[in-house]
């Protein structure tokens, strides 16, 4: 039946779609979404996003406006002649349907970018297999074409809704900055960053005008992974137009090599992480700064497990309590055949903003065992931003004899679940055990009619930092599980209200 379905659908796609051509590509607008992909038979918490092994690295974000996360992926699977579709869930993954299609299958794409402006429009960036970088507007369906002879790209945006593009010329060791008012119609300025560095990776969080720019030192055309790495900061001083802040500085050198590499900046802390050593030995490090990336301290190895290369990474930024950089990567045994969770893990891990050089221990979070391939499609992390400090993982991972694109929801809430059926003769919120904790703690609470029901912690402040509940609840005993292991050292508060029922009590996390 789902066969037959699919092929209706085939044939009646010139009948629901917008088609744009541009160049050698061409975009197909779904409206409506054609369903994708569900979760119903599959077990645990990794949920499927596609069934088959991409082909390019992905990317994906969060639009709060819809509740929805878009992903981009470079698979000619998903839905026949395309080459990338973009993805839409709006239940954290536990069902896809597809927005928008890229033809044909024989171009491939290497990689994408996703982005979401100021105006709640969403964006996708792509390079393909003939050096081309093309913008997708993903709502309205328009493609359009950048340019050609680019080796690689990176791409923000701005407060004042300007799109700027950072791309590598193919040929020579040029990188040149682009910045556009309108999300890429026409371009207002065009800069020369520098002509010795390859490979740009820009940080730009919503909110700031200010980058962190990090490429490889590249002093000949053809770049080697022994290069070190040089950073700078550009800030917006016009809507489209940019200038450096400050001085171009080396602060990974050179004579090591370094596979991957990637900035990330938010409010006071800026981390680069980049790999060192070759097959065998490729461990994981960070230099983490205090003063928004003027500054940097020495080098922290985040993963060396002995027997094991740590390596493919993505690191963001997140906003629950004050902040700090969220970070997934790879390990790997390197053992003969095929991968499994004893041998190839998914890890996260994170640093708080005050503590930037301090990462937590390292948690798997994967039950399909991630795998290599010279395909490149780097595991990837979105943000929600959200006050619960949700995010969601995604790599590609095994399945018997099949790869697949899986997710996992990362939230400071890690379950609620429900005690007993008795209705609670009055409302009542519990002390929180274990307290003092580290870094996750039970939250006892009743109910004794139905309601909306907001459970939030705050700091000694009173700012916010989380909320665990917020939504409608039925009469009944309840015990939530917060993991505080993304927040600082300190005394927290947490209230519950329930109609005209407030209750507030203290608890410690202590690390």
């Known amino acids: 039946m789902r066969s ?3 092929v209706l659908l085939l044939l009646l796609l010139p009948l629901i779609s ?13 409206n409506p979404e054609i369903p994708y992909v569900g979760n119903v038979a599959e077990w645990g918490s990794d949920l499927v996003v596609t069934s088959t092994e ?3 690295r992905n990317s994906g974000v969060y639009r709060s406006s819809n509740s929805s996360i ?33 033809g044909p299958a024989s171009i491939r794409v290497l990689k994408t970018k996703m982005l979401l402006m100021a105006n709640d429009s969403l964006y996708c960036v792509l390079q393909t297999d003939q050096w081309g970088l093309f913008i997708v507007s993903v709502l309205s369906g328009q493609l359009r074409v ?5 080796r690689d790209f990176d791409v923000h945006v701005t407060p004042s809704n300007s799109m700027f593009l950072w791309a590598d010329s193919l040929g020579s060791n040029n990188i040149f900055r682009y910045g556009s008012t309108n999300a890429g ?22 909110g700031s005008d200010t980058v962190l720019l990090n490429y490889l030192d590249a002093t000949a055309i053809t770049d080697t992974l022994l290069l070190g790495i040089r950073s700078v900061r550009y800030r917006e001083t016009a809507p489209g137009t940019a200038a450096a802040v400050g001085s171009f500085t080396t602060p990974i050198p050179a004579g090591v090599p370094k596979d991957q590499f990637a900035g990330v900046k938010y409010r006071t802390g800026a981390w680069i992480f980049y790999t060192t050593g070759t097959t065998g030995s490729i461990n994981l490090n960070c230099i983490a700064s205090t003063d928004a990336g003027v500054t940097y301290g020495a080098p922290v190895v985040i993963g060396s497990l002995p027997s094991r290369d740590e390596y493919w990474f993505d690191a963001q930024h997140y906003t629950f309590g004050s902040g700090g950089v969220d970070l997934i990567y790879y390990s790997d045994t390197l053992q ?47 943000e929600y931003y959200d006050s619960g400090g949700d995010a969601a993982a995604f790599w590609i991972g095994q399945d018997g004899a099949n790869k697949r694109l899986y997710m996992d929801r990362l939230s400071a809430v890690t379950g609620i679940s429900s005690n007993g059926n008795e209705i609670p003769e009055k409302f009542n919120l519990s002390q929180n055990y274990p307290n003092p904790f580290n870094p996750v703690t039970n939250i006892n609470f009743s109910l004794p009619k139905s309601g909306f029901v907001s459970l939030k912690v705050y700091d000694v402040m009173g700012r916010e930092v989380a909320a665990l509940v917020n939504k409608d609840m039925n009469a009944g005993s309840y015990k939530v599980d917060f993991d505080a292991s993304r927040l600082s050292t300190g ?17 410690m996390l202590i690390k």
């Open 70 to 102: 878009y992903v981009a992926v470079s698979d000619t699977n998903v839905l026949a002649a395309n080459t990338m579709n973009i993805l839409r869930s709006s239940n954290n993954g536990a069902n896809w349907s597809i927005v928008y299609s890229v």
């Open 54 to 56: 991409s082909r390019g």
């Open 491 to 507: 005394v927290y508060f947490y209230r519950l209200t329930a109609g005209e029922f407030t209750d507030t009590k203290k608890l």
């Open 4 to 6: 037959k379905l699919f």
């Open 18 to 30: 917008t088609v744009y051509s541009q160049s050698n590509l061409t975009g197909v607008l779904h």
């Open 146 to 150: 950048f340019g050609l002879g680019y």
């Open 185 to 206: 119609i026409s371009w207002l300025t065009r800069g020369n960053v520098t002509s010795t560095g390859a490979h740009p990776r820009v940080y730009c969080p919503p």
């Open 336 to 382: 003969a055949g095929a991968p499994t969770n004893a041998t190839d893990r998914m890890y996260y891990t994170s640093a708080a903003i005050n503590t930037p050089g301090t990462f937590a221990a390292s948690t798997q979070f994967s039950e399909h065992a991630p795998g290599w391939s010279a395909n490149g499609y780097i595991p990837f992390l979105v």
